[in-house]
């Protein structure tokens, strides 16, 4: 793998030659595919219409970290549910191993929960298609061990967000989904239109890319001054 960085003044860009597959990154269409899940025949992204998605793609199945993740998941599900988010994982595995992965899971208490029935579906990527389509392998075609990527996937069906992560290290899946929040309240337009800082949590202040208010428009309504403050020069955030 080759990794060429270039510095400028307002920007970092990064290169990234995966034995002949490119990452999509921020902006790019969602790559499409068409494959049999647990849940049945998955076309992704259309299946899904103007909702959120997010792919979480593993390695193998019965791996142990994978599998905290997926138990984490299923307790989080109807939360993502209700931020109008479906949920896919995609694993290397032929169905029929992905069918005991999710039955041993499902019979499976973590931390001191009951088991759950996972809905959301496990897609059968044992030919690596879409591995291959979401530049996961990145070491080559024939080995699947960096397949670790979670692709957050807006309305528009366009990559927001991306995170890799080791095989030995688990994912925040607490922070996966404070990202689709924050995405979902900086997605608005014109004066709705916010910037997440650093840290932000739900019900915290966020930030305006511009001065919040004209003069004449503090003028006609006094009370926009308490809605906003700045933090020096230019960085104005609103009161949430």
Known sequence: MKIKLFFFASALFLTVNLVGQTIPLIGDNAPAFN????????SF???YGDKWKIIFSHPRDFTPVCSTELLTL???QDEFEKLNTKLVVVSTDDLQKHFMWKKALEETSFKNKQPMKIKFPLVDDSQMTVSKSYGMLHQSASSSKDVRGVFIINPDNKIAAIYFYPMNVGRNLEEVKRTVIALQTASGKGKDRYLIPANWQVGDDVMVPQFPYTEKEVQDKPELKLAYYNVGSYMWFKKM
């Open 35 to 42: 494959a049999e899940t647990t849940a049945g025949s998955l």
């Open 45 to 47: 992204p259309s299946d």
């Open 74 to 76: 299923s307790q989080m």
